[in-house]
């Protein structure tokens, strides 16, 4: 008796699972796609940057690029606590200084960097006349005589900001990046190795 209900049951499932599969392909629109199982799952909704949207279990209104929590900071990042001005310019300057230690690895990828992203304008030893520098109605200033004694703050702060005719580089460099742009900056100052301790440029205006 219970062989003849187990073969009945098994019947009835195949039976059912072929009526399933039939109706499942019948379409009275030939645009539907008829019943389908979690669609999110293998067609998600595609979400534009800054496009608001709504959440389908809360109702909220929300954005498709969130926001960092208040306070936070990326991993790695460290604020940059001067502002974009001449007093700014000034005290890093002063107070700001190369926490890298001034390796020939660092040196070297810092003679990399500069190549990509500084010889154009300031030229292989940082004559101001690179092959864009050099026809630019005011050129770089050199780095061997009117930037000579210029301090590793204000090389960094003016690569951060941009200063003059030249933009801003925060994008394109990191800011270990530009510490070791900074590192080669200073040894094309003084290719025979001395720093110079006073800041002739104290007085330049930003």
Same mark, same amino acid.
């Given at each position: 008796?219970?062989?003849? *209900?187990?073969?009945? *049951?098994?019947?009835?499932?195949?039976?059912?699972?072929?009526?399933?599969?039939?109706?499942?392909?019948?379409? %009275?629109?030939?645009?539907?796609?008829?019943? &389908?199982?979690?669609?999110?799952?293998? !067609?998600?909704?595609?979400? &534009?940057?800054?496009?608001?949207?709504?959440?389908?279990?809360?109702?909220?209104?929300?954005?498709?690029? !969130? +926001?960092?929590?208040?306070?936070?900071?990326? !991993?790695?990042?460290?604020?940059?606590?001067?502002?974009?001005?001449?007093?700014?310019?000034?005290?890093?300057?002063?107070?700001?200084?190369?926490?890298?230690?001034?390796? &020939?690895?660092?040196?070297? &990828?810092?003679?990399?960097?500069?190549?990509?992203?500084?010889? %154009?304008?300031?030229?292989?030893?940082?004559?101001?006349?690179?092959?864009?520098?050099?026809?630019?109605?005011?050129?770089?200033?050199?780095?061997?005589?009117?930037?000579?004694?210029?301090?590793?703050?204000? *090389?960094?702060?003016?690569?951060?900001?941009?200063?003059? +005719?030249?933009?801003?580089?925060?994008?394109?460099?990191?800011?270990?990046? !530009?510490?070791?742009?900074?590192?080669?900056?200073?040894? +094309?100052?003084?290719?025979?190795?001395?720093?110079?301790?006073?800041?002739?440029?104290?007085?330049?205006?930003?």
């Amino acid at each position: 008796m219970n062989k003849k *209900i187990t073969q009945i *049951i098994s019947s009835m499932a195949v039976v059912s699972c072929v009526a399933i599969g039939f109706t499942s392909c019948g379409k %009275h629109d030939p645009n539907s796609p008829g019943v &389908e199982f979690m669609p999110d799952m293998y !067609r998600s909704p595609s979400l &534009e940057t800054n496009m608001a949207y709504i959440d389908k279990n809360t109702g909220d209104t929300l954005q498709a690029n !969130r +926001l960092p929590v208040k306070g936070t900071i990326a !991993r790695g990042f460290m604020p940059y606590p001067y502002a974009n001005d001449t007093s700014g310019y000034s005290a890093a300057g002063k107070f700001l200084h190369n926490p890298f230690a001034k390796t &020939e690895a660092n040196l070297a &990828e810092g003679e990399a960097l500069y190549g990509k992203f500084c010889v %154009h304008c300031h030229g292989a030893a940082g004559q101001g006349d690179g092959l864009v520098g050099g026809k630019l109605p005011g050129a770089p200033p050199s780095y061997t005589s009117t930037l000579k004694n210029l301090p590793e703050g204000k *090389i960094f702060h003016s690569i951060t900001y941009g200063k003059g +005719l030249m933009g801003s580089h925060a994008a394109q460099l990191s800011q270990k990046e !530009r510490w070791k742009v900074v590192m080669y900056v200073q040894k +094309l100052q003084n290719p025979g190795g001395a720093t110079a301790s006073v800041d002739s440029t104290a007085t330049a205006k930003k």
